[in-house]
């Protein structure tokens, strides 16, 4: 690998360091994230946080407002919390549909990933975690690229692709994602390093430009969330490798058909289409006072049974029967999202 530039291996760091992305955590649904810089201040409705007193505590710290009335909890950057509080600039895919997508994909490191459009660059942070082996090396060769794994994402918005390339670069992630501005409906997905060059200089790009001529294809799997995916198939078709995979995300069914039909006529194999439901609970235990019912050894003939008036029993209870978990779903929470189908080459 070529020279390493910046060693920004967040998930081995143990203090929050000066120029790093952070995460300030409340709960599940409430969470921000903030690059460090000394002299800023972030204000929350817990409060006004100096990011100089944020610096140099070690990860999981309580970090407390300035005046000392609120708090949050310090965590490192990782990419599930990062979708839950990244700064929208389009929809964006949700973890849980994350999981899926990258199951589907079978994204491990070492592997070639193409994806588009790159909108808010949520997913392609997750697929760059999942396939770089270190964040080491912010500018990788074309070789090291191949060597180590690598996601090219496609936009089309420009400044929606410069924020995407500057996110990445904070997060030490570009050395496994590179972001190109593109219409990949009628430029395709294959990366710039394959598309007019002197191909007679170089033999490795010469040999894999003969392969996907050949129909051999390159990425290991291609993600398609376009508005229209089904017109980027013909470019998904050449660029993916045989027995490779191509996962579309659509919201409506009606996309999905459409999908199908020109993945057939093209050749792909329609794989299964699934929509992933997600139901967060609240679960948690509380010590209750004695219900008005409950169900208890009958005092006459020892059998259990819910019995109302056996609440004079309630003083010689187990103190384990006072404890109830309790669960309830969360009320407010994502249930369609989109379909996600496969396709085989
Ligand atoms: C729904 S967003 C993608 C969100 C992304 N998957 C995420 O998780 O953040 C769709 C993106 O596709 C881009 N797009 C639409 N048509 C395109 C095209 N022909 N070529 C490249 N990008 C395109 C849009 O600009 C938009 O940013």
Request: contains cysteine.
């Amino acid at each position: 690998m070529s020279e390493i530039l910046f060693d920004v291996g967040i998930s081995d760091e143990v203090y929050a360091k000066e120029g790093m992305s952070v995460i300030l955590y409340v709960n599940p649904r409430m969470m921000f994230e903030i690059t460090l810089k000394e002299g800023d201040c972030f204000t929350a409705q817990y409060g006004a946080f100096r990011h100089n007193d944020i610096i140099g505590k070690p990860y999981g710290s309580k970090v407390l407002s300035q005046n000392k009335k609120g708090f949050m909890i310090l965590l490192p950057y990782f990419s599930e919390l990062w979708s839950s509080c990244l700064e929208t600039r389009t929809q964006i895919i949700f973890p849980s549909d994350i999981g899926a997508i990258l199951g589907l994909l079978d994204a491990r490191p070492g592997k070639l990933f193409a994806e588009s459009g790159t909108g808010s660059a949520s997913l392609t942070h997750a697929i760059a975690d999942s396939i770089g082996l270190k964040r080491q090396c912010l500018e990788p060769s074309f070789e090291d690229k191949l060597k180590y794994g690598h996601v090219f994402t496609f936009e089309y918005h420009s400044l929606r692709a410069d924020a995407a390339r500057a996110e990445l670069y904070k997060h030490g992630l570009a050395h496994s994602a590179t972001v190109t501005q593109r219409d990949v409906y009628s430029n395709g997905l294959l990366p710039n390093e394959l598309i007019d060059i002197d191909l007679k200089s170089n033999q490795l790009l010469s040999s894999l430009k003969e392969s996907i001529d050949k129909g051999e294809g390159f990425y290991d799997g291609i993600f398609l969330d376009l508005p229209s995916p089904w017109l980027a198939f013909d470019h998904a078709a050449q660029a993916v490798k045989k027995g490779g995979v191509i996962v579309t995300f659509s919201p409506c069914l009606e996309q999905c058909l459409q999908n199908n039909e020109k993945a057939r006529e093209i050749g792909l194999i329609v794989g299964k289409t699934v929509q992933i439901l997600n139901r967060e609970m609240d679960t948690k235990r509380s010590k209750m006072k004695a219900p008005c019912c409950f169900f208890v050894p009958s005092s006459t003939d020892g059998k259990r049974r819910w019995c109302c008036e056996e609440l004079d029993l309630k003083p010689s209870l187990p103190p384990e029967l006072d404890v109830f978990t309790q669960t309830r779903i969360c009320p407010l929470q994502r249930t369609h999202t989109g379909f996600l189908t496969t396709f085989y080459k």
